[in-house]
């Protein structure tokens, strides 16, 4: 993200990033998507799709939020943002994120947050 960006449109940013829905093709469609690039490859032919395509979005979204709550420049606002936004997406990979915010932020607020957070996206499993 664009650090000379103001704080405000930055936190509009994230809270977008939290809130847009990222559709997976689920096992399947990644299995279809990993033959047509196998398959390409064996061809030597450009494959229907990237490679990049398989990872699954919201790992992208948590991967993007992760290094936002990593970054010592973010102010607790925006880190606070980041966990909320963490908390819409509530994929599992966010998990180990969220230990190493609990552990180690310095805002109380942001590592309640991320408290909070985890124990929903822990929950989700049994939705």
């Not at 915010?101 to 805002?107: F, K, M, T, Y």
Request: no cysteine.
């Amino acid at each position: 993200m664009d650090q000379a960006q103001p704080e405000t449109v930055r936190l509009k940013a994230i809270e977008a990033l939290g809130a847009t829905a990222q559709a997976d093709l689920g096992p399947v469609g990644r299995q279809v998507q990993e033959e047509n690039i196998a398959m390409a490859g064996r061809l030597r032919t450009q494959p229907l799709v990237p490679a990049s395509t398989l990872e699954t979005r919201h790992q992208l979204q948590i991967r993007y939020l992760s290094a936002l709550l990593r970054d010592p420049r973010a102010s607790s606002s925006l880190a606070l943002r980041a966990v909320k936004s963490i908390g819409q997406v509530k994929d599992r990979s966010s998990v180990p994120v969220l230990h190493e915010v609990i552990a180690n932020h310095q805002d109380e607020a942001v590592r309640l947050q991320a408290t909070k957070v985890l124990s929903h996206v822990l929950a989700r499993q049994y939705e």
